[in-house]
């Protein structure tokens, strides 16, 4: 009797070892990625764009989650950032001690990311930001394993200063010297690298800068605001704002009859029309924003073949999450452009030549991407400034455009090489803000 | 001289009216809440998230349901009305006699949990009313239509409140409440009835400044942080629980924001009239017009 237990406590022990075994071997044959992805899907930054970047950039790793990469299975954890700097650094920590993630991915508040690019870098984690444009994120920094596709906040205020001075002659019937411009924005982390981007523009351009102020995203009142607009008499407005501060905005600029020649957004709140619609009316109509070109609005023509159809399949699945989208937001293909970026140029370039997943094969990879023009869905290319460059981490090749909203169409009308219509400048007569 | 004088132009008055209306909305939002301090003595840290509440209310009857405006109103004052007697005998009742603090947590845990339920259920889109009310226009001035609505209604409100607690007999139950809650219940005032009362008459007043504050702004989920901390400020500046201290304190910090703005940036107005609320915390502890014990 003794021996016939001994015998089935053996049996069992072995049957133990072997499933231990097995599953041992399991673990060493799953190979995989696992990506920490962060935007805001509550608060106020999560109407106006995060939770559409947190769209875009799932509808791309869903597709990857399905296939792979290079026999390594994608698996994304989201976080919600609540719109708070502090809940996004305490959520990146925690994807990366807890959750044990092999790098994060998103972003969309520069106020988050300067401190969230810091602390990653210092826990030597790898950090792929499909969205915030705050130069303060890179500039100096020096990291190693922060990388940025995006362009930057001063090529934004830089693109539409250009804009308005290659037009201020024949659009605007003066020199740019005579062009009384105003700048304001939101005070965080982006709204000051752009007006920074705009001021240094509007130098170069020669323009008479009349204001430049900042302003609270939640302040419940612009009337003073508005009321300086108007003794300072500006003919073109450069804004860059969050959601609902720029409808706020536009009502008191309305109520108080501010008038200009043209209002030029950049980005953020302005990347949403349906937003600005339902808050401003018609008073959106003629509006310009800068923001990497809407992937729908590339010209195929000029892209690799390849993306055409990758195009297609994100807006097919951004219509089943929002059905109905009169005009689908740049926010969305911004952030699936860059996640495929990262999915099929940095990711199995790390695991085939560099041997993993880890940060520092995902950095090396990194340094290597070279896309030429046209090879992304935004149009751009992709080559990172590398170490010792005072924006190490960041795209050399990104770049903005500006675009206008027209009847309830957004078109590209800078720069030249880019644009589908001529802009209508400045805003025509019998509009609510036209100065005419 | 002259660059001293320049400032004395059509725009400084505009600010300065401006200033009055935006005085208006911030009165009309300290109301309610310093008729709950003075007469229950709590303080309803999450009373703009019940005006929030009522400005979705707005929304969906007027947006969704098709409800014209003048018929939203009164619902959404009834809405907010019940919200506030029902916060007052699920969450207040119990902790009337709690030291103050837990009063206060217990209130801010509402806040959470009414932003929460906002997100939940309503989502985290931006929902505007849609109504364009017209401008007023004074030669190179123009002022908009629903903030001076909401500036008179704000008048109509503190004078209606006066009358009631001047002239009725609730009104007049209520501030004797107010002065001595227990010699009261002793004399056999029902007072958890007259909580229940003031409580509902809070909330309508939050639903009121609701039903203009949505002609004015975006609702989301959290529109009352733009609005609870510096409603909080005046309520103080004015001396909790009184609501004419209250009702003036609005106006003055909305002048130092409207002109501190229009001479300096937009954000030394409010820098300013935070110094200044510090500075009259230094002097008058109790608020500028604080109630005699």
């Not at chain 2, 409580?199 to 959290?222: E, N, R």
Request: hydrophobic share 50%.
């Amino acid at each position: 009797m003794p021996g016939h237990k001994a015998a089935r406590l053996l049996v069992g022990l072995s049957a133990a070892i072997a499933a231990l075994g097995m599953a041992v071997t399991a673990e060493a044959q799953e190979k995989k990625i696992k990506i920490g992805v962060i935007y805001d899907l509550t608060g106020p930054l999560a109407g106006g764009g995060s939770e559409l970047q947190h769209i875009g950039a799932k509808i791309m790793l869903d597709q990857y989650a399905k296939t792979g990469v290079e026999g390594y299975k994608v698996e994304a954890v989201y976080a919600d950032a609540q719109s708070k700097p502090d809940v996004a650094i305490n959520e990146a920590v925690r994807l990366i001690e807890q959750e044990k993630v092999n790098m994060l991915l998103g972003f969309f508040s520069s106020a988050q990311c300067v401190p969230v690019a810091a602390r990653v870098e210092q826990l030597k984690n790898f950090m792929w930001i499909t969205t915030c444009i705050s130069s303060a994120v890179l500039s100096d920094k020096n990291f190693k394993y922060v990388f940025r596709p995006q362009a930057s906040g001063d090529q934004f205020g830089l693109m539409t200063t250009d804009f308005i001075a290659q037009n201020a002659k024949e659009k605007l019937g003066k020199e740019p010297k005579d062009l009384r411009v105003a700048i304001i924005h939101e005070d965080g982390a982006y709204g000051v690298d752009v007006s920074k981007g705009n001021e240094a523009g509007a130098k170069k351009a020669g323009f008479n800068i009349v204001l430049k102020e900042g302003y609270a995203a939640t302040a419940p009142d612009l009337s003073s605001l508005v009321t300086k607009l108007k003794r300072a008499r500006p003919d073109v407005i450069f804004h860059t704002g969050y959601n609902p501060d720029i409808t706020l905005f536009g009502r008191q600029a309305r109520e108080q009859g501010l008038k200009f020649a043209a209002l030029v957004g950049h980005g953020a709140g302005y990347g949403v029309y349906e937003k600005l619609k339902e808050g401003l009316g018609g008073d959106v109509n003629y509006v310009f924003n800068a923001d990497p070109i809407s992937i729908w609005a590339s010209n195929e023509k000029g892209l690799n073949p390849k993306l055409p159809p990758v195009i297609k399949m994100v807006g097919d699945e951004f219509d089943k999450v929002k059905p109905g989208v009169a005009i689908r937001s740049a926010h969305v293909g911004m952030a699936a452009s860059n996640t495929y970026v990262f999915l099929t140029e940095v990711l199995p370039r790390a695991i085939k030549k560099h041997g993993g997943v880890d940060p520092d094969a995902l950095r090396k990879a990194a340094l290597e991407v070279d896309i030429p023009e046209g090879g992304t869905m935004l149009g751009f290319g992709v080559k990172f400034f590398g170490e010792g460059n005072q924006m190490a981490g960041q795209n050399e090749r990104s770049f903005p455009v500006v675009i206008q909203y027209v009847d309830d169409k957004s078109y590209v009308v800078w720069p030249k090489s880019q644009a589908q219509r001529e802009a209508v400048l400045p805003l025509p007569k019998g509009t609510t803000f036209s100065n005419q | 001289m002259q660059g001293f004088l320049d400032i004395f132009d059509i725009y400084l008055l505009e600010a300065v009216v401006n200033g009055i209306l935006l005085g208006g909305v911030l009165a009309l939002l300290a109301l309610g809440l310093n008729l709950i301090f003075g007469v229950i003595d709590v303080t309803w840290i999450c009373y703009a998230e019940l005006v929030m509440i009522g400005m979705y209310g707005m929304y969906y009857m007027v947006q969704v349901f098709g409800l014209p405006y003048w018929v939203a109103a009164p619902f959404a004052i009834l809405l907010v009305a019940a919200l506030g007697a029902a916060l007052h005998y699920i969450v207040i009742a119990p902790l009337l006699t709690a030291p103050p603090i837990n009063q206060l947590l217990a209130t801010g845990g509402v806040l959470f949990i009414l932003q929460s339920f906002a997100t939940v259920a309503f989502g985290i889109d931006f929902r505007n009313l849609g109504i364009r009310l017209p401008v007023l226009a004074i030669g190179e001035m123009h002022f908009s239509y629903s903030r001076l609505l909401a500036f008179a209604a704000a008048l109509i409100g503190m004078l209606a409140i006066y009358f009631f607690m001047k002239r009725t007999y609730t009104g007049t139950a209520i501030r004797a409440v107010a002065q001595d809650r227990q010699i009261m219940s002793l004399m056999g005032v029902d007072t958890k009835r007259i909580y229940i009362i003031t409580s509902a008459l809070g909330g309508a007043l939050a639903g009121l400044a609701a039903c203009l504050l949505v002609l004015q702004y975006d609702v989301h989920p959290f529109v009352g942080l733009s609005f609870g901390p510096i409603t909080f400020l005046i309520c103080v500046l004015g001396g909790l629980g009184n609501f004419v201290g209250g009702f003036i304190a609005a106006f003055v910090f909305a002048q130092i924001i409207s002109l501190g703005g229009l001479f300096s940036d937009l954000e030394w107005g409010y820098v300013l009239a935070f110094a200044f609320f510090i500075v009259m915390m230094f002097i008058r502890p109790a608020g500028l017009f604080a109630r005699r014990s």
